[in-house]
C-alpha cells in the first residue's frame, strides 16, 4: 500500500512539473485543452515508465504496435522509454486518428465519451 501510495505522489509530482515546464512547450505539438483532458485520462492509465508485462506501455498504455504505427519510434522503441512529453505527443497523433475509442474506460469515467 505505501509503495503504491508513493508511486501515486511521484506521478503527481510529474504531473505537475510537467504543467509548469514543459506545457508551454508542448501546447506547439497539442493544445492546451486536449492536454488537460489527456492528463485526466493518463491519471486512470498508468506511470509513465510503466512496463507490467501486460502488452501496455508508459503513461497512455500504448500496445506496442499502436506506439509504432502511430509515429512513436520518433522517440523511443516502446513508450515506456519516452519522456512523457513524447508519449503525450504521440497520444495527441492517435487522438487525431481515432478520438479517445482508444482509451475506452478512462476516457469514459472522464467524460469524454
Same mark, same amino acid.
Given at each position: 500500500m505505501a509503495s503504491g501510495l508513493r508511486a501515486a505522489a511521484l506521478c503527481a509530482v510529474v504531473v505537475?512539473?510537467?504543467a509548469v515546464t514543459q506545457t508551454a512547450g508542448a501546447n506547439r505539438y497539442f493544445p492546451s485543452w486536449w492536454y488537460r483532458q489527456a492528463m485526466c485520462v493518463h491519471r486512470g492509465e498508468g506511470a509513465w515508465n510503466a512496463n507490467t508485462g501486460?502488452?501496455?506501455y508508459g503513461g497512455m498504455q500504448f500496445m506496442h504496435g499502436t506506439w509504432v504505427s502511430n509515429?512513436? /519510434?520518433?522517440f523511443a522503441e516502446y513508450p515506456h522509454r519516452a519522456t512523457p512529453v513524447q508519449q503525450l505527443i504521440v497520444a495527441y497523433w492517435l487522438w487525431r486518428r481515432a478520438g479517445w475509442r482508444?482509451?475506452?474506460n478512462?476516457? /469514459?469515467a472522464c467524460g469524454l465519451l
Open positions: 505537475l512539473m510537467l501486460n502488452g501496455f509515429g512513436g /519510434r520518433r482508444p482509451w475506452p478512462t476516457a /469514459r
